[in-house]
């Protein structure tokens, strides 16, 4: 059967970000029976976003964009793999490696979606952008959730520490008050669980 | 800490969700070591929305509201489990239980995503909008390209036939031309690696 290049384009990048599945994260799922991948995490943040959209700093938000940023701002691990957020120059090293798998990932689209998507995802990457801003503190969000609901109590392999966490997620803050105070109250429960040293 | 009863129900939900992630599908992930669950399932569909969005027969398309409606559409099987689509039983006794999760679950939130979202859900289940229609064969459509991915050659456990499977996803041509086209040929590539029966 014949059908068009553009089609066949938009179906090998279909078939390509399946890989996303098995991209596997450094928390767990509710049952604990394993990693929590990249794919269902990107579907989490998306509805987050959609549901706390008016609790932020920003008068207007193109949720439409912000939802598309979440659902691909991952896809470069389907080459770079995750970088745990506390491995400092895990995060630098994927830097490039990342910008090569969104050309090469985004790369397989047709046009208007290949610049489109390079795009969103260079925006999402530099946070300049009240969307970017904002996607990237519900991104941040998601994981001091689904850690305290997912970890078993006790359970502190890396040794973070509150303050640690606190630091690293201070900028949802300068997004939004609401969800700032949710951060905290997440750590907090978190430290109570036994996920991370008091100070 | 005390935040607004808005954000603990938002959080409620938000949490609640986390269980879709271990709610497994028939089809399976790309290297094969685990079954496919909803939430990683509605992510791909949400970006397959995305790129197809011009190829229907809809003159107009409000695509956020098809993204919404494939990020929220499966959350009813925390409740209900994932019915198998040719088990034509279970899928006539699920409908009460679905109906009821999504009241549960939806209900979980505050005015008015609580109502959006129990709306948007009745409108893909009743799939008489153009959005409803469009994001049913989009869900139509991944499945066959996932199977196609993920199955073992010469694997079909429930010996399904290319006549069965194509009279089922028949309804994708009211919607797209080029999509059925796409459907066609998966389920042709399909028979080739042996995954269904070729009459």
Not at 85 to 112: H, M, S, V, W
């Amino acid at each position: 059967m014949i059908y068009s290049k553009e089609l066949k384009e938009k179906m090998a990048f279909i078939s390509e970000i399946e890989k996303l599945k098995i991209v596997y994260r450094q928390n767990g799922v509710f049952d604990k029976s394993r990693a929590e991948n990249s794919a269902e995490h990107s579907w989490h943040i998306a509805l987050m976003a959609l549901v706390f959209q008016e609790h932020t700093i920003f008068e207007k938000l193109d949720i439409l964009k912000v939802i598309k940023m979440l659902l691909i701002h991952d896809i470069v691990e389907i080459d770079a793999g995750d970088t745990f957020l506390y491995d400092t120059q895990g995060k630098d090293a994927a830097i490039e490696t990342e910008k090569n798998a969104a050309l090469r990932i985004f790369g397989l689209l047709p046009t208007p979606y290949k610049e489109e998507f390079i795009s969103i995802w260079l925006e999402f990457e530099e946070k300049t952008t009240p969307e970017a801003q904002y996607a990237a503190s519900i991104d941040a969000l998601q994981p001091l959730l689904n850690h305290l609901i997912t970890a078993k109590e006790n359970e502190n392999p890396n040794k973070l520490s509150k303050s640690k966490v606190l630091n690293k997620k201070a900028f949802i803050g300068t997004v939004s008050n609401d969800l700032w105070l949710v951060a905290q109250d997440l750590v907090e429960e978190s430290v109570t669980k036994g996920l991370y040293e008091k100070y």
